[in-house]
């Protein structure tokens, strides 16, 4: 009878957990992140494969990376603080569930970027002026109303975060739930 060959020691990989088989990565924080497309969907800088990556350094990062990381994401999904893009509208739920993590340094940041993707309106503007906007492939007023519903779609979280001790936090929430008119 002959036995299983053993895995030799010095070829296996011991540098990163394993997980049992059918277990999601992220189950924990930002669980759902990986089940969404983003190298086929846009950013302000082309593909949004980035963006897992800086929402994790966001999630998990001392308060100096998640600050450089929330700076980098405003950047690709929320340009200039008023021009949101393809990516933006799938962003959103994660952006919303890190600004309820007490233990996520930028909250108050995370928030005030929410409130700017709710008040974006430069797609839609332009294509007041400029309605053939509105016939190309790539729909921007689209992308910016998937966006600002997205925001409104959890604001069943600003109750929460304007009970918190935070004066930062509460402001922000404050300045949010205005402009969602809540």
């Given at each position: 009878m002959r036995s299983a060959p053993k895995?030799?020691?010095?070829?296996?990989?011991?540098?990163?957990?394993?997980?049992?088989?059918?277990?999601?990565?992220?189950?924990?924080?930002?669980?759902?992140?990986?089940?969404?497309?983003?190298?086929?969907?846009?950013?302000?800088?082309?593909?949004?494969?980035?963006?897992?990556?800086?929402?994790?350094?966001?999630?998990?990062?001392?308060?100096?990376?998640?600050?450089?990381?929330?700076?980098d994401l405003r950047e690709r999904i929320c340009q200039y603080g008023f021009v949101v893009e393809q990516a933006t509208a799938a962003t959103v739920p994660f952006l919303w569930e890190l600004a309820q993590r007490p233990q996520v340094s930028c909250r108050a940041q995370i928030i005030q970027l929410l409130k700017n993707i709710a008040d974006a309106r430069q797609w839609e503007t332009t294509a007041t002026a400029y309605p053939k906007l509105l016939n190309h492939r790539e729909n921007p007023v689209a992308w910016e109303r998937a966006a600002r519903q997205a925001v409104r779609a959890r604001r069943d979280g600003l109750e929460r975060l304007l009970a918190e001790g935070d004066s930062e936090i509460a402001r922000a929430t404050t300045e949010l739930a205005r402009t969602l008119g809540d």
């Amino acid at each position: 009878m002959r036995s299983a060959p053993k895995p030799d020691p010095s070829t296996r990989r011991t540098d990163r957990q394993t997980q049992p088989p059918g277990s999601s990565r992220a189950a924990g924080p930002l669980a759902g992140l990986d089940g969404v497309p983003w190298s086929e969907i846009q950013d302000s800088s082309g593909s949004a494969a980035a963006i897992p990556r800086l929402l994790r350094k966001v999630a998990l990062g001392d308060a100096e990376t998640a600050r450089a990381a929330l700076v980098d994401l405003r950047e690709r999904i929320c340009q200039y603080g008023f021009v949101v893009e393809q990516a933006t509208a799938a962003t959103v739920p994660f952006l919303w569930e890190l600004a309820q993590r007490p233990q996520v340094s930028c909250r108050a940041q995370i928030i005030q970027l929410l409130k700017n993707i709710a008040d974006a309106r430069q797609w839609e503007t332009t294509a007041t002026a400029y309605p053939k906007l509105l016939n190309h492939r790539e729909n921007p007023v689209a992308w910016e109303r998937a966006a600002r519903q997205a925001v409104r779609a959890r604001r069943d979280g600003l109750e929460r975060l304007l009970a918190e001790g935070d004066s930062e936090i509460a402001r922000a929430t404050t300045e949010l739930a205005r402009t969602l008119g809540d």
